[in-house]
């Protein structure tokens, strides 16, 4: 979609979202898109199956060997895999009846429902669904000779293997699926680099692990210092759960979640929120505008009709509507609208030439003042300050 094209507007109608998930990416952007939200799209890893791979198989062959004490299941993704796997090599039932007869802990709602579908019951489940838990839980008990099974979810979690074999127990790893890095890094880049120039007004985490590929993925750009800075500041970072936002929450990035964990939880936590950090009134004349993100919300009816804008001409309008009537020199505008980029004022006479264009006939709105910079008119045909 080109900017100065026209829409109906939607609750999340000028803003630009970043998606790094894997799983279910499809989902959340159609769930963006349906609210007016431009995705771009950058799976930050990858899941990659171990269905037929022999560590899998030799996993759980261990876990056969002898009665288990305990299981953790820490995703239902990997408990359900892990359940077919065992189907497949005809384990299936041994498997179900050891953890039926063992204590199994779910790490939150996924995993305790699938868990459940299963046939087996869970004896304990954090509501905080941190793996932290789990293992403060299990390290009360005397694990002295226990045989623990523990689903690992993407990676491994050695915290908690090495925890429980100080304490005595046997520990059987399930290396169910593994993160791996994206087959194409090119999207994760060109987010990272959107990102650092401002164009992104939040990015979309589901995994911990997603967020240290981003921000990896950004030092390799050269724009990790840049990245960090707008997430502390103007970039929302928002997260499927508290246990997922670790990494940013280390780097004092300061991400919002839900309270359940959950897509849907998600975007509208995202709609809630998200419009009310970059809204800003455009008066004109008589009539007062919004500008929302990159987009201009123009008409008093609901809905109003959308105009986008070019990231670098919203920030011109947003840096002018900030002081409607007063002139704003062009100096002012290249440090505000392009900071530490190299750009001239050439670049300011052209983010105003199509902001002019998009504005159609609201283009007036936008007054030149000779050798001064511009102003935002509040008036038909008043002068500048």
């Not at 699938?114 to 509501?127: D, F, L, M, N, Q």
């Not at 008990?141 to 689903?151: F, I, M, N, S, W």
């Not at 724009?223 to 997430?231: A, D, H, I, P, S």
């Not at 936002?245 to 998600?266: I, N, Q, Y």
Request: charged share 25%; net charge positive; aromatic share 4%.
């Amino acid at each position: 979609m080109k900017a100065g094209t026209r829409e109906t507007a939607a609750e999340l109608t000028g803003f630009t979202v970043g998606v790094t998930a894997a799983r279910r990416r499809e989902e959340l952007t159609a769930l963006l898109r349906r609210r007016g939200a431009r995705v771009m799209e950058a799976p930050a890893l990858r899941i990659v199956p171990l269905e037929d791979d022999a560590a899998l198989r030799a996993a759980t062959e261990r876990c056969l060997a002898a009665p288990l004490d305990y299981v953790v299941a820490t995703t239902g993704v990997g408990w359900r895999g892990w359940m077919s796997a065992a189907e497949g090599w005809g384990y299936g039932a041994a498997l179900t009846a050891a953890c039926r007869d063992a204590e199994v802990l779910s790490r939150g709602p996924k995993a305790t429902g699938a868990v459940r579908a299963c046939g087996t019951t869970e004896t304990y489940s954090p509501a905080s669904e941190a793996v932290d838990e789990l293992r403060t839980w299990l390290l009360a008990r005397d694990l002295r000779g226990r045989r623990v099974a523990v689903q690992e979810h993407g990676a491994p979690l050695p915290g908690l293997a090495s925890a429980l074999r100080e304490r005595g127990a046997e520990v059987v790893e399930v290396p169910v699926y593994r993160w791996a890095p994206p087959l194409d890094p090119e999207p994760v880049r060109r987010l990272a680099e959107a990102t650092a120039r401002g164009d992104v007004h939040a990015l979309l985490f589901t995994s911990a692990p997603a967020i240290t590929s981003f921000l990896e993925h950004a030092e390799a750009a050269g724009k990790y210092e840049t990245v960090l800075e707008r997430l502390r500041t103007d970039v929302l970072p928002l997260c499927v759960g508290a246990v997922c936002a670790r990494p940013l929450l280390e780097v004092g990035a300061g991400p919002v979640w839900p309270e359940r964990g959950r897509l849907g939880a998600m975007v509208h936590l995202l709609t809630a929120t998200l419009p009310d950090r970059d809204r800003h009134l455009v008066p004109a004349g008589d009539r007062t505008l919004v500008l929302q993100g990159n987009a201009l919300l123009l008409g008093d009816d609901a809905p109003a009709e959308a105009v986008w804008l070019t990231p670098g001409s919203a920030r011109v309008l947003r840096a002018l509507a900030e002081r409607p009537g007063w002139v704003v020199g062009r100096p002012e505008l290249l440090r505000r609208v392009w900071p530490g980029r190299g750009a001239d004022e050439h670049a300011v006479e052209a983010a105003v030439t199509r902001l002019r264009a998009a504005l159609g006939p609201y283009a007036s709105l936008i007054r030149t003042v000779p050798k001064r910079g511009y102003r935002l008119a509040t008036e038909p045909d008043g002068g500048p300050r």
